[in-house]
């Protein structure tokens, strides 16, 4: 069977292929018959999928995560396309081709890690030198570091987008401290580099996109704190007050406590880390958002939720959707009927009202 993508799939198109599912719910229709609703993902996006008949047979034969076939037709309901699944069977991972499931950075692997080791060469602080070497030089580390997504589901949402995420936060470090004498160009690096480094453990990425037991219990602030500390006693000898200058950045940099800090920025490079992030989150985003629309005839994106607006789109050129991120993938629409996603919105900064201006939020966590 041919593989059809989520981006290719049209309204009344048949759509006969193979997706993983991220998402299996099992509800009750009003008439008192059960139904399956699938969130369908490949490395395009994202579809509902929508199970009606022999729903008890179909629940069986697969579960979350698994790689299904589906047999079904597209339609637009309520302004949104969805599948409306006639058959369906599992299909065994080994049959599978990976990377058609996983979306994955434009920008190659291999030339992002040769520009971090560059990065780490132009480091004149001896004592930050050697930590983040420590970090970088750790095989086991690294291939999690440059796999992992920066977030679940608003910005960097792919394969390799912690460490472009990372990347971007440090050239623009780059550019912003010559702009204020006296700051500690060193330190604001390896807070750029870490301050996300928890993210190895907070997220689940062999599949879809998902947090981990010890990510929804600890977070990454938390868990990327404690990594530091473990590297700082293994190695000895770094200054106390380098350690704790660096763990507060950590701690920090999503800048208030209703958005998940555990400390608010208290030093001027916990600041300038604080924006540069908050920056590079938001504007990743909505270059995404953008980029998914790019073939639309509007000049204005769709509505977006959690910013409370569309975007003027008209000045960016068609051609160059490529190299907008994001531009074939899904963004992750809110589920205010799921409680963990409301209690996940609270944590990061938003009320249970989807629609509250985003003026000043931080993104980071989504």
Partial sequence: MGKMYVSDIKDRSQVNSLFLVREKITAMAKNGKPYLTLKLMDKTGEVEGKVWDNVDEFSAAFDKDDFIEVHSKATVYLGKLQLVIGDLRKIPEEAVALADFLPEADRDIGEMTAELSAILDTLKDVYLKKLLTAFFDDPELMALYKTAPAAKGMHHVYLGGLLEHSLAVTNLVDRVVPLYPGVNRDLLIAGALLHDIGKVREMSYTRSFDYTDEGKLLGH???????????????????????????????????????????????????????????????????????????????????????????????????????????????????????REREEQTRKGFSNNPFEDLKGKNLDLF
Wanted: proline residues 6%; negative net charge; glycine residues 8%.
């Fill in 221 to 339: 602030i938390t868990i990327g704190v404690e990594m530091i500390q473990d590297k700082i006693t293994a190695i000895g000898g770094i200054p106390s007050e380098l350690s704790m200058l660096l763990k507060h950045m950590i701690l920090s940099h999503h800048r208030q406590y209703e958005f998940g800090s555990p400390k608010r920025p208290k030093t001027v490079e916990a600041t300038i880390l604080n924006y540069l992030d908050d920056l590079d989150s938001k504007i990743n985003g909505i270059r995404s958002h953008i980029g998914r629309e790019m073939d639309g005839g509007s000049r204005w994106t769709s509505y977006h939720r959690l910013y409370d607006r569309y975007f003027y789109k008209d000045n960016f050129m068609a051609d160059d959707s490529e190299f907008l991120p994001g531009s074939a993938r899904e963004e992750e629409p809110l589920s205010p009927q799921m409680p």
